[in-house]
């Protein structure tokens, strides 16, 4: 007889992330530079939890899909690596609609900072968006993680864009003063534009002036492709 329980997990931390919208985040962890902060809720913020963790360079972040948890899943979907059409099983995907909406990413240890009286997690490399609910954070284990001859075979059928990115030169006292501000703002904006963020079906298209917006930190990017490059023509506060 087949017996069914229910399991339920309740958050244990969210993180604080430069990627206000899913749309443009990258497709895994370290495509990007972006930085987290993962702050523990009531009942997790005990600092002994994270005793010996600055012994370990990377963590897998284990999080929930919350942003698309509520539209459910299939058991064939549409993998942006798939080139946008051709649909795979779900469970051999890294898709967010999945049965369980269980999320991990492997991201760069940054340490332990305190705020106040509180104390907080910084992270490295981060493909979540702002907010997310974090469930579990394990050390990477390069003994047990990392297998040499692994393969993906649609790595080398779709490789991740890399393409151009320029900066209207009107924007560039905006650009500095996002810099002083982020820190990373140029260089974050340049790696996450370079992977081509527009829909799989358009990234064979070197020009499209249709307008795209990405949201990242505190303001909007509006970009086109144009002659193979990716060029961004607005910054706008959110
Ligand atoms: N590394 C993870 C995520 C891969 S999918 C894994 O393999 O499980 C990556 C995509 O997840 C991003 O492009 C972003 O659009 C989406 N995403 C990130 N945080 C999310 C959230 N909280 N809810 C829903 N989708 C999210």
Redesign the pocket.
């Known amino acids: 007889m087949m017996t069914s329980k229910n399991y339920a997990f309740s958050p244990i931390a969210t993180i604080a992330t430069p ?1 206000k919208q ?8 370290g495509l990007a530079k972006a930085k987290g902060t993962i702050s523990f809720l009531p009942g997790f913020d005990d600092i002994n939890m994270l005793e010996g963790i600055d012994g370990f360079s990377h963590l897998w972040l284990l ?7 509520a539209r459910g899943w299939k058991s064939k979907v549409k993998a942006p690596r798939l080139g946008g059409n051709a649909s795979t099983g779900v469970l051999a995907t ?3 609609h999945r049965p369980n ?6 991201v760069l240890n940054k340490g332990i900072v305190k705020h106040g009286d509180s104390y907080a997690l910084t992270v490295e490399g981060v ?3 702002d ?3 974090i469930i579990d954070i394990k050390p990477y284990l390069p003994y047990a993680d990392a297998i040499s001859g692994a393969t993906d075979k649609l790595s080398s059928y779709h490789p991740i864009p890399q393409r151009t990115v320029q900066f209207d030169s009107v924007l560039s006292a905006t650009l500095e003063e996002l810099e002083k501000q982020h820190g990373d703002f140029k260089s974050l904006a340049t790696s996450v534009l370079s992977q081509d963020p527009r829909p799989a079906y358009k990234q064979q298209c070197d020009n499209d002036p249709k307008t795209y917006k990405v949201a990242l930190y505190n303001v909007d990017l509006s970009f086109i492709v144009l002659g193979g490059c990716v060029r961004v023509t607005q910054i706008n506060p959110l």
């Open positions: 990627f899913k749309f443009a985040i990258p497709r895994q962890p999080f929930i899909f919350h942003q698309t948890q890294r898709s967010t909406s269980v999320g991990m990413s492997v493909d979540l968006v907010g997310t609910p």
